[in-house]
């Protein structure tokens, strides 16, 4: 069973900054893009920021210049630095696999992120 796994959420207040990691151990990560979404209670996943295997990433224009996502393909994981955090980034956090070749795509479960002072 392929298992992406997320940590790194948490409370924070207005401004600070929070890491993200995505555990893609169990998966070939060269062969897949990789997402981070986010989603309210009710409301649809909003794709936040993507990157390829070259490292060529793209963000939603709400978190631009604010997020920023890399790989450390050393240690099988994706990352979400999230800076200047605003209340309304308070969401789960998921990250999403998607392979570059075929019709596979593999989801973690979600971490929590709480922007409130």
């Known amino acids: 069973q392929v298992q992406l796994t997320e940590s790194g959420g948490g409370l924070v207040q207005p401004g600070g900054s929070l890491r993200l990691t995505c555990d893609t151990s169990d998966i070939t990560a060269s062969l897949f893009v990789i997402n981070w979404y986010r989603q309210l209670p009710g409301k649809q996943r909003e794709l936040v920021a993507s990157i390829l295997d070259d490292g060529t990433a793209s963000y939603a224009r709400s978190v631009k210049g604010r997020f920023t996502i890399f790989r450390e393909n050393a240690e099988n994981t994706v990352h979400l630095q999230m800076n200047s955090l605003k209340p309304e980034d308070t969401a789960v956090y998921l990250c999403?696999?998607?392979?570059?070749?075929?019709?596979?795509?593999?989801w973690g479960q979600g971490t929590q992120v709480t922007v409130s002072s």
């Open positions: 999403n696999a998607n392979h570059r070749f075929r019709s596979l795509t593999y």
